[in-house]
């Protein structure tokens, strides 16, 4: 496989587990997107979806690594509200997709994440990206080394 980067976004750690198992069995470096801070504290999603609706994007820290230098992106994260996490919207802002080729996960309890993998994509193809594969993940009553498991069977499917 290419170079490939896995980043995701996880509030309570099931969509990072799963990225756990899709960047262990890419080999791939894994990446977090990280909310910055406001007046002192990480925001809750309650926040985060009250400025959404007003069309704002929380901030988040774009310390992330050159992802010019990446020829895959695998890009993950948790539904929120029936759609993906806002935190998630954030990062695509920061990354120039022209020509990039994209794999697509999200993690959900039961619902929305078809939704949210359509939103994902349709923003990503119009700036330019290639969307290949894409997947949602139920998160609901499965513990984390189950979620790590699910995310290495997908990955291998990444590969072919
Ligand atoms: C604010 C908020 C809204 C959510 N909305 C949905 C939803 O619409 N549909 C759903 O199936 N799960 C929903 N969930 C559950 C999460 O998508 C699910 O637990 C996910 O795996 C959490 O990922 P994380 O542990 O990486 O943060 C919501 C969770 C939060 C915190």
Known sequence: MASCIVVVFSRSGRTRALAEGIARELGAQLEEIRLKKV???????GMILRGFKKGELPAIHTDFPDL???DEIVLGGPVW???IAPPVL???EHVNWSGKKVHLFVSEAFLGGRRALTHLKRILENKGARVEKE???PTLLRHPKTL???G???AKTLKD
């Open 135 to 137: 997947r949602a993940f």
């Open 152 to 154: 290495r069977e997908w």
């Open 68 to 70: 010019g230098k990446f």
């Open 81 to 83: 509200g029936f759609d």
């Open 90 to 92: 954030s990062f695509i």
């Open 148 to 150: 790590q498991i699910c």
């Open 39 to 45: 007046r002192n504290r990480i925001p809750t999603p």
